[in-house]
Structures are given as C-alpha cells and as structure tokens.
C-alpha cells in the first residue's frame, strides 16, 4: 500500500491493491476515505517523478562521494598517505564527469580553489609565515593546488574518452 500511495508500485500491483481495498474494510479505513476513482486518480505511477526521484538521488550521492573523496585527500596530503591522491582525485574528476558532463571542466578549476584555501590555511596554522613570506605561502598553495587539479583533471578526461569510446551509435 505505501508503494501505491507514493505512486511507485507497478500497474500491477496498484490493481491488486484496489482490488483488496474494494473487499476488506480495515485496509480501506486505513488508506483513508476515498474512493476507487480518486485511488485509481492518485496512485497512477508516474515514469517522470520517480526518474527524477532517482537522478536527485543519484546527483547527491555523487556530491556527497566528490566532496568526502576531496576532504580526504586534503586530510592525506599532509604525510605518507599522500600519493593515494593519485588516485582519489582522478575518481573525483571521473565522478564530476558523469555529474556535469559538459561542463565537468569545474570540477579541476573548483578542486584548484578548495584545495588552495585548505593549503593556505594549513599553512598559516601550522606557522609557516614565521619562516617564510606570504609569497612562499601562495606559491606552494598554488602547487600543491595545480598538482591535485591535474590530477582530477586526468580523471576528467579519463571519464570522457570512456564516454566517448562506449557511447550508442544512433
């Protein structure tokens, strides 16, 4: 019944369900007071509602992985674990792929960004002006930040040419 009532369950079961509801007193009190048209009127599955339920879903899963996968490999850059940003970042370029597509190019460009205020931050936290200038400062930034951008840029691209590769001819 709650399938039917979201709109999700298959023509199938949507008709077994009014079938019962037709017999069985209790359930009809509990599905509420309508009647057989309005259940039929509410409860027609709906293709593009759930689709868009799914591609919601989908789209903010694929946040939530590029944003926890960017948060670690910031963590990771500081000691031995770092080379597996080797491959964390080009994962995050490949799943901003199959999020933005065309302009999955932000991806790298939003990675450069995130990635050098964390740098710079880091940097100002654990005292780095006392040795060096601002100048060491945004250079290093700026490094760390370009190596990880093209790192996830790669990924980006790597994410493309399988697009491309194994696309549908129409």
């Known amino acids: 019944m709650p399938l039917v009532k979201d709109g999700v369950a298959s023509e199938d079961s949507r008709l077994l369900v009014q079938e019962h509801l037709a017999g069985c007193e209790h359930c009809n009190h509990s599905w509420g007071e309508k009647t057989g048209a309005e259940i039929e009127a509410t409860t027609a599955m709906d293709d593009i509602v759930v689709l868009g339920k799914i591609k919601k879903q989908i789209i903010v899963f694929l946040l939530c992985i590029m944003l926890a996968g960017t948060l670690l490999g910031m963590v990771i850059s500081n000691g031995m674990l770092m080379f597996y940003n080797g491959l ?20 790298p460009l939003g ?26 400062l945004i250079s290093m930034s700026a490094w760390w930040s370009a190596i990880l951008s093209a790192f996830s840029a790669v990924g980006v691209l790597i994410a493309w040419l399988l697009h491309y590769a194994f696309k549908k001819e129409v």
């Open 88 to 107: 964390i970042m080009p994962a995050i370029g490949g799943f901003g792929y199959i999020l933005f597509k065309r302009k999955a190019y932000f991806v």
């Open 111 to 136: 990675l450069f960004a995130f990635s050098f205020i964390w740098v710079s931050l880091r940097g100002l936290i654990d005292g780095i002006l006392t040795y060096t200038g601002i100048i060491e």
